[in-house]
């Protein structure tokens, strides 16, 4: 019953996060859906240069299923042109092999950096780097801990179309297991921005 919730909710999740994006990523063993809501895109909500984002993942992750909803506040860095940087949280539910119902509450920091545009008519490039760690204190049930670090590059070569290439790390820590490795690996995907 809970699998139907959770693939009915991403189904919703994804139809109402088209308006600012969304995005599929895979390796030889994995697929990963990426959505994210950004304030610019809801007026309303829009009074400063501060930007909101909402964000969700899926992955699957060879027999492993992670999600996540996040939200974080964005703004470019004054006197570092191209730089922004994002500050939040994350709500981390996974499921690995036989231990299910991992839930962890992450912080998260995230910088990006866009390349000054280039000679010959380069379409535009940017790196970013993301980070979330929680400690036993943001873990819930039995779930001791969780980190995970993100690297990505990616270039627009059609106007609001990315591709875009990375490396995870992810680590969900149990009580009473050594091993926490939850997925490693490199991953290339596409995105699409409104």
Same mark, same amino acid.
């Given at each position: ?81 191209? %730089?922004e940087m994002s500050f939040g949280a994350k709500f981390i539910w996974a499921e690995a092999g036989e231990h299910n ?11 990006? !950096? ?10 535009? %490039? ?38 875009y290439a990375g490396y995870r790390n992810i680590h969900t820590k149990y009580n009473g297991l050594s ?7 490199? !991953? ?5 921005? !409104?």
């Amino acid at each position: 019953m809970f699998k139907k919730t959770v693939i009915s909710t991403l189904l919703a999740s994804s139809l109402l996060l088209a308006e600012s994006g969304g995005g599929i990523n895979i390796n030889e063993k994995d697929v990963e859906i990426e959505g994210t809501v950004d304030s610019r895109n809801l007026q309303a909500f829009q009074t400063s240069s501060t930007i909101f984002l909402a964000d969700f993942n899926f992955l699957n992750a060879d027999n492993q299923k992670l999600l996540g909803l996040g939200m974080a506040a964005n703004n470019k860095i004054e006197g570092l042109v191209g %730089v922004e940087m994002s500050f939040g949280a994350k709500f981390i539910w996974a499921e690995a092999g036989e231990h299910n119902d991992f839930t962890s509450f992450p912080l998260m920091a995230k910088v990006r !950096y866009t390349l000054p545009p280039l000679m010959f008519s380069i379409p535009p %490039v940017a790196v970013e780097a993301k980070g979330l760690y929680a400690p036993s204190a943001l873990s819930f049930g039995d779930s001791e801990g969780y980190s995970e670090f993100r690297v990505a590059g990616d270039i627009e070569m059609i106007e609001n179309v990315k591709i875009y290439a990375g490396y995870r790390n992810i680590h969900t820590k149990y009580n009473g297991l050594s091993r926490d490795l939850f997925n490693n690996g490199f !991953y290339a995907g596409l995105k699409a921005t !409104y």
